[in-house]
C-alpha cells in the first residue's frame, strides 16, 4: 500500500461535466498529433462562451435562449468564487457572433461598454424550473479525503496509482477553460496584431497537468508553428503592404513594452481579470493575473525563441508513447511533496518539473520511452520526416527541432512497447529503490 497519501482537506473549486465530449484526438486514434490537439482546441475556444448565471437554477432557460442563436455542442455548469457559470460551446463561431451583436450591455452602471465572451445572464423566469435539458450536468469533483478513503479500500499498488492520477488530473472542463482564457487574450490584442496567437503550454497541455495548476500562456504575434514564420502571400496584394512602426532591436525590451500593453488591457478592459501585475525584471518577464470565472492564475509570457512550446510538445509526445508515463510522473511528484524534496513555492528545491524529467530520464534507462540521441540518429536517417529544405534554411536550430518533434511523432506511432511490461507498482517501487 501508499504511505503518506493524507492531504488536507481543499475547497473544490470547480464542478464538471457527466458527459465530456470525446474529442478526435482520442487514446484510441493513432494519428494523434500535438499541433492537432492544440489546434482544434483553440477552434473549439472561440465556439464558446462562458456565462455567469445571475439566478440559480436558471441554465435550462439560459440553453433555451441561446439555442435560438445557433445549435449548442457542449454546455457544462460548475461553480468559481461561489459563482455558479456555464461554459457553451456553439457548433459554429457564427453563432457566437451572432449572440455577442444582440448581447446588451448594463445599464445606470458605471461600466465599460466592453464586449468579451465573458457573459452575465440574467434570469427573467420567476416560476418552476423549465424542463428543457442542458446538455452537460453539473456533478460534484472528489475531494482529496474522499480520495484518500478509496485508495486505501484498494490493495493493489498499480490500481491505486491509476486511481490517483484519474482522479487528479485535469479533467475536459479543465481543458476547456483554459484553452478559452487563452483565446480572450489572444482576442485582446488582435484588433492590434491581427496574427497573435495564444497558446497554453506546460501543464495545461503536456497531461502532467494537475487539477488547480497554474495556467502558462505563450504570447507571440504571428503563428510560429507554420513554416517557421516563412511570410506567405496566398491571395494577398504583393503590392499593398501595411504602413506599420519598427519593432526594438532588442527583443527583451520588445517583449517588455508589449506585455506592459496586455496588462494595461487586462486590467483596465477585461472582465473578470483582477489582480494584474507585470513582472518585468524576471528572465522571462511576465504578465500575472487571476480570472474569477475560471479561478485560474495565469501566467503570459512572450520569447523570441519559442522553447516552452517545443519543451511542452516533446513532454506530450514522450508521454502518449505508453499509458504508464503520466499515472507514475504524478504519483512520484505527490511523493515528492510528502517527503517535502518539493514546495508549493518557488525556492533552491526541486520543482515538480524537475522532478518530470528524473522520471522521465528512469523510464528510458529502462526502455521504455526512446532516448533523444535515438530520435535524432532516426530523424537523421529518415529525410522524409523532415521540414522542408526552404525551412531549414531560414531557422537550422528551429528546424532541428521541428524534425526531432516529427521523429518522436513517428516513433510514437508505431512503439511497440514490448521491452517492459512492468506494472505501475512495480515502476513505483523499482524508482524508490
Same mark, same amino acid.
Given at each position: 500500500?501508499?504511505?503518506?497519501?493524507?492531504?488536507?482537506?481543499?475547497?473544490?473549486?470547480?464542478?464538471?461535466?457527466?458527459?465530456?465530449?470525446?474529442?478526435?484526438?482520442?487514446?484510441?486514434?493513432?494519428?494523434?498529433?500535438?499541433?492537432?490537439?492544440?489546434?482544434?482546441?483553440?477552434?473549439?475556444?472561440?465556439?464558446?462562451?462562458?456565462?455567469?448565471?445571475?439566478?440559480?437554477?436558471? @441554465?435550462?432557460?439560459?440553453?433555451?435562449?441561446?439555442?435560438?442563436?445557433?445549435?449548442?455542442?457542449?454546455?457544462?455548469?460548475?461553480? *468559481?468564487?461561489?459563482?455558479?457559470?456555464?461554459?457553451?460551446?456553439?457548433?459554429?463561431?457564427?453563432?457566437?457572433? $451572432?449572440?455577442?451583436?444582440?448581447?446588451? $450591455?448594463? #445599464?445606470?452602471?458605471?461600466?465599460?461598454?466592453?464586449?468579451?465572451?465573458?457573459?452575465?445572464?440574467?434570469?427573467?423566469? #420567476?416560476?418552476?424550473?423549465?424542463?428543457? !435539458?442542458?446538455? &452537460?450536468?453539473?456533478?460534484?469533483?472528489?475531494?482529496?479525503?474522499?480520495?484518500?478513503?478509496?485508495?486505501?479500500?484498494?490493495?493493489?499498488?498499480?490500481?491505486?496509482?491509476?486511481?490517483?492520477?484519474?482522479?487528479?488530473?485535469?479533467? @475536459?472542463?479543465?481543458?476547456?477553460?483554459?484553452?478559452?482564457?487563452?483565446?480572450?487574450?489572444?482576442?485582446?490584442?488582435?484588433?492590434?496584431?491581427?496574427?497573435?496567437?495564444?497558446? !497554453?503550454?506546460?501543464?495545461?497541455?503536456?497531461?502532467? &497537468?494537475?487539477?488547480?495548476?497554474?495556467?502558462?500562456?505563450?504570447?507571440?504575434?504571428?503563428?510560429?508553428?507554420?513554416?517557421?514564420?516563412?511570410?506567405?502571400?496566398?491571395?494577398?496584394?504583393?503590392?499593398?503592404?501595411?504602413?506599420?512602426?519598427?519593432?526594438?532591436?532588442?527583443?527583451?525590451?520588445?517583449?517588455?513594452?508589449?506585455?506592459?500593453?496586455?496588462?494595461?488591457?487586462?486590467? $483596465?478592459?477585461?472582465?473578470?481579470?483582477?489582480?494584474?501585475?507585470?513582472?518585468? !525584471? *524576471?528572465?522571462?518577464?511576465?504578465?500575472?493575473?487571476? $480570472?474569477?470565472?475560471?479561478?485560474?492564475?495565469?501566467?503570459?509570457?512572450?520569447?523570441?525563441?519559442?522553447?516552452?512550446?517545443?519543451?511542452?510538445?516533446?513532454?506530450?509526445?514522450?508521454?502518449?508513447?505508453?499509458?504508464?508515463?503520466?499515472? %507514475?510522473?504524478?504519483?512520484?511528484?505527490?511523493?515528492?511533496?510528502?517527503?517535502?524534496?518539493?514546495?508549493?513555492?518557488?525556492?533552491?528545491?526541486?520543482?515538480?518539473?524537475?522532478?518530470?524529467?528524473?522520471?522521465?530520464?528512469? %523510464?528510458?534507462?529502462?526502455?521504455?520511452?526512446?532516448?533523444?540521441?535515438?530520435?535524432?540518429?532516426?530523424?537523421?536517417?529518415?529525410?522524409?520526416?523532415?521540414?522542408?529544405?526552404?525551412?531549414?534554411?531560414?531557422? &537550422?536550430?528551429?528546424?532541428?527541432?521541428?524534425?526531432?518533434?516529427?521523429?518522436? @511523432?513517428?516513433?510514437?506511432?508505431?512503439? !511497440?512497447?514490448?521491452?517492459?511490461?512492468?506494472?505501475? &507498482?512495480?515502476?513505483?517501487?523499482?524508482?524508490?529503490?
Amino acid at each position: 500500500m501508499l504511505t503518506g497519501w493524507n492531504y488536507p482537506l481543499a475547497i473544490q473549486r470547480y464542478s464538471s461535466s457527466i458527459r465530456p465530449p470525446t474529442p478526435p484526438y482520442s487514446a484510441g486514434a493513432v494519428t494523434q498529433t500535438f499541433d492537432t490537439m492544440i489546434d482544434f482546441r483553440r477552434q473549439q475556444a472561440r465556439r464558446t462562451v462562458l456565462i455567469h448565471l445571475g439566478r440559480s437554477h436558471s @441554465e435550462s432557460e439560459l440553453y433555451k435562449l441561446c439555442s435560438r442563436v445557433g445549435p449548442i455542442t457542449n454546455m457544462t455548469l460548475y461553480t *468559481a468564487n461561489k459563482k455558479e457559470c456555464a461554459l457553451l460551446e456553439f457548433s459554429t463561431e457564427q453563432s457566437v457572433k $451572432h449572440l455577442l451583436k444582440i448581447t446588451s $450591455h448594463f #445599464t445606470n452602471e458605471n461600466r465599460l461598454p466592453c464586449a468579451s465572451r465573458n457573459l452575465y445572464f440574467a434570469s427573467q423566469y #420567476t416560476g418552476a424550473r423549465l424542463k428543457y !435539458p442542458p446538455v &452537460g450536468r453539473e456533478v460534484q469533483q472528489l475531494d482529496d479525503s474522499i480520495i484518500d478513503k478509496s485508495l486505501n479500500d484498494i490493495r493493489n499498488v498499480s490500481d491505486q496509482i491509476r486511481y490517483f492520477w484519474q482522479k487528479t488530473k485535469l479533467t @475536459e472542463l479543465d481543458t476547456r477553460l483554459r484553452f478559452f482564457v487563452a483565446s480572450l487574450v489572444e482576442e485582446a490584442l488582435r484588433s492590434i496584431f491581427v496574427d497573435t496567437v495564444c497558446l !497554453p503550454f506546460g501543464s495545461s497541455v503536456t497531461t502532467f &497537468g494537475k487539477s488547480r495548476c497554474d495556467l502558462d500562456m505563450l504570447l507571440s504575434f504571428e503563428d510560429f508553428r507554420d513554416k517557421n514564420n516563412q511570410i506567405k502571400f496566398d491571395g494577398k496584394l504583393q503590392q499593398l503592404r501595411f504602413l506599420t512602426k519598427r519593432s526594438y532591436l532588442n527583443d527583451r525590451f520588445q517583449a517588455q513594452a508589449y506585455l506592459k500593453i496586455l496588462a494595461d488591457t487586462l486590467k $483596465h478592459f477585461m472582465a473578470e481579470c483582477t489582480n494584474v501585475q507585470i513582472i518585468l !525584471p *524576471a528572465r522571462v518577464p511576465i504578465v500575472r493575473f487571476q $480570472h474569477r470565472l475560471s479561478d485560474l492564475q495565469c501566467d503570459v509570457s512572450m520569447s523570441e525563441f519559442k522553447s516552452s512550446y517545443y519543451m511542452s510538445k516533446l513532454l506530450w509526445g514522450l508521454s502518449s508513447i505508453d499509458s504508464r508515463v503520466a499515472p %507514475l510522473v504524478f504519483v512520484i511528484r505527490r511523493w515528492a511533496r510528502e517527503a517535502s524534496i518539493t514546495q508549493s513555492t518557488p525556492g533552491p528545491w526541486f520543482s515538480n518539473f524537475q522532478m518530470t524529467l528524473l522520471v522521465l530520464f528512469y %523510464l528510458q534507462s529502462i526502455r521504455i520511452l526512446p532516448k533523444l540521441n535515438y530520435i535524432n540518429e532516426q530523424s537523421v536517417t529518415t529525410p522524409s520526416s523532415s521540414p522542408s529544405q526552404d525551412a531549414t534554411s531560414t531557422n &537550422g536550430d528551429l528546424s532541428d527541432d521541428l524534425i526531432l518533434m516529427n521523429e518522436l @511523432e513517428n516513433i510514437r506511432r508505431v512503439h !511497440p512497447n514490448k521491452s517492459n511490461n512492468d506494472s505501475l &507498482g512495480e515502476k513505483y517501487s523499482l524508482r524508490l529503490c
